[in-house]
């Protein structure tokens, strides 16, 4: 019995103690790691410093592509203390939920501008009301945001999605004429973006809207492999179990399709100028284009990330009271093996 009594005070104050110990210790750990706001900032403005700088909060969707490494680098590039800027940089790692609280915190801590590039299309219009109830101006970059009021953005910069669907099927037609398949079966499969964002919605529905004057283009498959090289690989490792043979694979963005490809070579299947895949691409990365010019990929969509000219030049105009338009879109190329090498040597990204 009192063996069991001793056992029980252990258990008992054992467990107190370590609940005290977690009790003091964590709030510390989290404070010191910025968690216990519940949002991780990169930095944060001391008031001194932020007198004559403009403080722009830039909400990042993620890091999931060399075009995203881009992206960001334009953005810090262009919003500098020389230019006249205080800028807080947020990555939201692909998820909505982390942007939403990213662009609260912004809000709180009443920044002048809020820049941000939204992961997906939808479920912004009660955080892009509680920025304009503070008026603070959101500048929205890269992919769009599908709101009931326009008014709660005051501008859009980016990319033309469809556009560039479109781009890709009319150089496939294109393609294939050339080569005299253009009455043959043509078996597609498309790696999609992530699901909902304005560059996998536009690239689908533009380059189906090509595929449809097509009935012997058949899409066997889309599937969604986040912009990501892992996840194109895996998914592209899948198709290529289902479908015997592939003709077309229309990727979303050149990570996805560099892991596309590492797949088709484990496989021992072969693709681009001298194989037996078409390999479409998006973004014109300058991996990428080592690529088109090697012959692995056939042809590459650009899309334009160096947005933070845009960017800087919006905020300056807005600064000076002058009117801004409600959207800019970026110019854009396509590259293939004949014109790329004019290209390669002033790509920087
Ligand atoms: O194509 C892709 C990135 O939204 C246009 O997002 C952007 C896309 C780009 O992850 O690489």
């Given at each position: 019995?009192?063996?069991?009594?001793?056992?029980?005070?252990?258990?008992?104050?054992?467990?107190?103690?370590?609940?005290?110990?977690?009790?003091?210790?964590?709030?510390?750990?989290?404070?010191?790691?910025?968690?216990?706001?519940?949002i991780?900032?990169?930095?944060?403005?001391?008031d001194?410093?932020?007198?004559?700088?403009?403080?722009?909060?830039?909400s990042?969707?993620?890091?999931?592509?060399?075009?995203?490494?881009?992206?960001?680098?334009?953005?810090q590039?262009?919003?500098?203390?020389?230019?006249?800027?205080?800028?807080?940089?947020?990555?939201?790692?692909?998820?909505?939920?982390n942007?939403?609280?990213?662009?609260?915190?912004?809000?709180?801590?009443?920044?002048?501008?809020?820049?941000?590039?939204?992961?997906?299309?939808?479920?912004?219009?009660?955080?892009?009301?509680?920025?304009?109830?503070?008026?603070?101006?959101?500048?929205?970059?890269?992919?769009?945001?599908?709101?009931?009021?326009?008014?709660?953005?005051?501008?859009?910069?980016?990319?033309?999605?469809?556009e560039?669907?479109?781009?890709?099927?009319?150089?496939?037609?294109?393609?294939?004429?050339?080569?005299n398949?253009?009455?043959?079966n043509?078996?597609?499969?498309?790696?999609?973006?992530?699901?909902?964002?304005?560059?996998?919605?536009?690239?689908?529905?533009?380059?189906?809207?090509?595929?449809?004057r097509?009935?012997?283009?058949?899409?066997?498959?889309?599937?969604?492999?986040?912009?990501?090289?892992?996840?194109?690989?895996?998914?592209?490792?899948e198709?290529?179990?289902?479908y015997?043979?592939?003709?077309?694979?229309?990727?979303?963005?050149?990570?996805?399709?560099?892991?596309?490809?590492?797949?088709?070579?484990?496989?021992?299947?072969?693709?681009?100028?001298?194989?037996?895949?078409?390999?479409?691409?998006?973004?014109?990365?300058?991996?990428a284009?080592?690529?088109?010019?090697?012959?692995?990929i056939?042809?590459?969509?650009?899309?334009?990330?160096?947005?933070?000219?845009?960017?800087?030049?919006?905020?300056?105009?807005?600064?000076?009271?002058?009117p801004?338009?409600?959207?800019?879109?970026?110019?854009?190329n396509?590259?293939?093996?004949e014109?790329?090498?004019?290209?390669?040597?002033?790509?920087?990204?």
């Amino acid at each position: 019995m009192k063996r069991a009594v001793e056992i029980l005070k252990k258990i008992i104050f054992g467990h107190v103690g370590i609940c005290i110990l977690l009790l003091c210790v964590l709030p510390l750990v989290f404070i010191s790691h910025g968690l216990y706001r519940g949002i991780e900032i990169e930095q944060s403005p001391a008031d001194s410093e932020m007198e004559d700088l403009i403080v722009v909060g830039f909400s990042q969707l993620g890091s999931e592509s060399g075009w995203r490494t881009a992206h960001t680098r334009s953005i810090q590039e262009a919003l500098t203390k020389d230019a006249g800027y205080f800028l807080i940089y947020n990555n939201a790692r692909q998820t909505q939920e982390n942007q939403i609280k990213t662009i609260r915190s912004f809000i709180s801590q009443r920044v002048d501008y809020i820049v941000f590039a939204p992961v997906i299309e939808s479920g912004w219009d009660t955080v892009l009301q509680e920025a304009k109830d503070a008026g603070i101006p959101v500048i929205v970059i890269d992919r769009m945001v599908d709101v009931k009021d326009e008014s709660l953005y005051t501008t859009w910069i980016g990319t033309d999605a469809r556009e560039e669907g479109k781009k890709a099927g009319i150089w496939l037609e294109q393609y294939l004429r050339k080569r005299n398949r253009q009455s043959e079966n043509i078996n597609i499969v498309v790696l999609q973006g992530t699901i909902g964002s304005t560059a996998q919605i536009g690239r689908t529905e533009g380059f189906e809207e090509i595929a449809e004057r097509h009935e012997n283009w058949y899409i066997l498959e889309s599937a969604s492999a986040d912009f990501t090289a892992t996840k194109g690989k895996e998914v592209m490792r899948e198709m290529l179990h289902r479908y015997p043979s592939i003709d077309v694979l229309v990727s979303q963005n050149d990570d996805m399709t560099m892991g596309a490809i590492e797949a088709m070579q484990e496989a021992g299947v072969s693709f681009g100028e001298r194989g037996k895949v078409t390999v479409l691409s998006f973004d014109a990365i300058r991996d990428a284009l080592e690529m088109v010019d090697e012959g692995l990929i056939n042809v590459d969509i650009e899309c334009n990330p160096v947005q933070g000219i845009y960017v800087d030049s919006i905020i300056k105009k807005l600064e000076n009271g002058e009117p801004v338009e409600k959207s800019y879109i970026v110019e854009e190329n396509i590259f293939t093996k004949e014109n790329v090498a004019e290209f390669l040597d002033s790509r920087t990204y």
